[in-house]
């Protein structure tokens, strides 16, 4: 069976609808809670990655304690031509 690792940031930042397609599609779901002290590994099972957003900056380590391993995660991830999946969390309006 195939199986997403999903990484969170945040209580409020969950998979929802993502969770739900890969699910129907009969891909396992692997939810990595960071925010409450879960590792970031990527087993060799997992056949894709999800990184789901937060408040952090993707430029510093401040209040982003996972930022490097999440780094080196996406690097294998893409090293091992996995399909990724990055979601976005606009924190201000953009116009």
Not at 32 to 60: C, E, I, N, Q, R
């Amino acid at each position: 069976m195939a199986s997403c690792l999903v990484v969170q940031h945040h209580d409020v930042e969950r998979p929802f609808k993502i969770a739900d397609a890969l699910l129907r599609a009969g891909v396992e779901v692997q939810v990595t809670k960071v925010f409450a002290g879960d590792m970031v590994t990527l087993g060799d099972h997992h056949s894709g990655v999800v990184v789901m957003g937060g408040p952090m900056s993707a430029h510093s380590d401040e209040g982003f304690v996972s930022r490097k391993a999440e780094i080196a995660l996406l690097a294998e991830a893409v090293g091992r031509d996995l399909p990724v999946l990055g979601v976005f969390r606009v924190s201000a309006r953009l116009e």
